[in-house]
């Protein structure tokens, strides 16, 4: 009898564990690409594994600077953009700390982050890129 009560507490638990948020930390320098001059420079993308599902994505925790710590005048960098998989940011999509709901599709897929810059050498800080499982 404790067995089944304890296999069953387990089953109960697995959707919790299923739909718990998961997050990828991007670093404002080193995940920085800057390509509206052409070739593109700077740094590689985050990347990080989502389940098939839909998700409130938003950016947390940000002290992503554009000029070496300043935050003012419009140098706080506030948008982080994502993409990957076949849902709705298949061809990428702007992340604020407003979350936003994107659609993965297509089982298991690499959702990639990046902060854009004209130049990212300056760039300091990081930001926490939430991904919170919704209906």
């Known amino acids: 009898m404790r067995?089944?009560?304890i296999t069953a507490a387990l089953v109960a638990m697995?959707?919790?564990m299923c739909d718990a948020a998961t997050s990828v930390v991007i670093?404002?320098?080193?995940?920085?690409l800057s390509s509206y001059v052409g070739a593109v420079s700077g740094g590689?993308?985050?990347r990080l594994a989502l389940a098939q599902g839909r998700y409130a994505v938003s950016l947390t925790s940000n002290?992503?600077?554009?000029?070496g710590g300043m935050l003012g005048g419009g140098c706080n960098i506030d948008t982080a953009?994502?993409?990957g998989g076949f849902g709705s940011i298949r061809w990428g999509g702007?992340?604020?700390a407003r979350p936003t709901v994107v659609e993965i599709g297509g089982g298991v897929v690499n959702v990639y982050a990046?902060?854009?810059d004209d130049r990212c050498s300056d760039n300091t800080g990081q930001a926490t890129l939430l991904f919170e499982p919704t209906n």
């Open 44 to 46: 590689t993308s985050a």
């Open 3 to 5: 067995n089944k009560l």
């Open 63 to 67: 002290t992503m600077s554009c000029n």
């Open 14 to 16: 697995i959707p919790l």
């Open 81 to 83: 953009i994502i993409q």
């Open 27 to 32: 670093d404002a320098k080193a995940n920085c």
């Open 114 to 116: 990046y902060v854009s």
């Open 94 to 96: 702007a992340v604020t």
